[in-house]
């Protein structure tokens, strides 16, 4: 129902920015919230941020506040991800995620039901 296109990834030196973005296709008007995981092969998939769709609200993993932040503009449909101050170990593929579902974790992976193909991320240090 819900189709997820990213976009922004690329290479930088560490310390520097990116933004990604993500625009939601298809119903995303009635979307609960929408998040970033961030994925190295061999390695289960990992919260990053989400935000609430209606209010806002914004939730970030321990190792990224302060440096990332989460935002939706609710009329076009879109998630950003501004990543300030990279370091070498952001270096992974990001997936942008979608749920329609209301719930007590933000952070769950198995709430959301829809991803992006993933934006790739390369830190040099």
């Known amino acids: 129902q819900v189709a997820l296109v990213e976009s922004g990834g690329g290479s930088v030196q560490a310390g520097a920015s990116l933004r990604l973005s993500c625009a939601a296709s298809?119903?995303?008007?009635?979307?609960?919230?929408m998040g970033w995981f961030r994925q190295t092969p061999g390695k289960e998939r990992e919260f990053v941020a989400a935000?609430?769709?209606?209010?806002?609200?914004?939730y970030y993993a321990d190792s990224v506040k302060g440096r990332f932040t989460i935002s939706r503009d609710n009329a076009k449909n879109t998630v950003y991800l501004q990543m300030n101050n990279l370091k070498p170990q952001d270096a992974t593929v990001y997936y942008c995620s979608a749920r329609r579902t209301y719930g007590r974790s933000w952070s769950d992976k198995q709430y959301y039901g829809y991803w992006g193909q993933g934006a790739q991320v390369t830190v040099s240090s």
């Open positions: 935000v609430s769709w209606s209010g806002g609200t914004t």
């Open positions: 298809g119903r995303p008007a009635s979307l609960y919230a």
